[in-house]
């Protein structure tokens, strides 16, 4: 049995894209009138961030391993294979990070945890992260560890 998720830009995001492109644009226009090193590092730091926002994750899971995917369109940035035997249980929690938010995170041995869905400003756990839960737990045969909300 495999889980593929896939998370694919929301319309907001394409548009925080579009904004970032012309501040970009401007920012590297007005330091090109400065200095020509100070535009390609504006440039860079611009095109970096452009970059960021428009990947896409995509989230692979089997009975052997998960792979977790950095795409832009349909070109893959970057990989992380994770084996599946070094995990044993799926929990939800709520947690206060820079923000309040609730993950769905594997749990392996010695407090290793690869959280695999994170949503964000969420005051509870949701009925998504509950199935995607309970899937992971009948699906791959993990065990069931109990749901926290921690600050």
């Not at 400065?34 to 535009?39: C, P, Q, R």
């Not at 690869?114 to 009948?138: D, G, N, Y």
Request: net charge positive; proline share 2%; with cysteine.
């Amino acid at each position: 049995m495999n889980i593929d998720l896939k998370f694919y830009p929301s319309r907001k995001k394409l548009q925080y894209a579009v904004m970032i492109l012309l501040v970009g644009v401007m920012t590297t226009a007005w330091a090109t009138k400065v200095s020509l090193i100070l535009s390609f590092v504006t440039g860079s730091y611009w095109s970096f961030l452009l970059l960021k926002k428009i990947s896409n994750k995509a989230v692979k899971i089997s009975e052997t391993q998960i792979v977790i995917s950095n795409l832009i369109g349909r070109f893959q940035i970057t990989k992380k294979v994770f084996p599946m035997s070094n995990f044993y249980g799926v929990r939800n929690r709520v947690h206060w990070g820079h923000y309040k938010h609730c993950q769905t995170e594997l749990i392996g041995r010695n407090g290793v945890f690869l959280p695999i869905r994170v949503e964000l400003m969420t005051e509870k756990i949701t009925l998504e992260a509950s199935e995607l839960k309970e899937s992971l737990v009948k699906e791959f045969k993990l065990e069931s560890c109990r749901d926290f909300e921690h600050a």
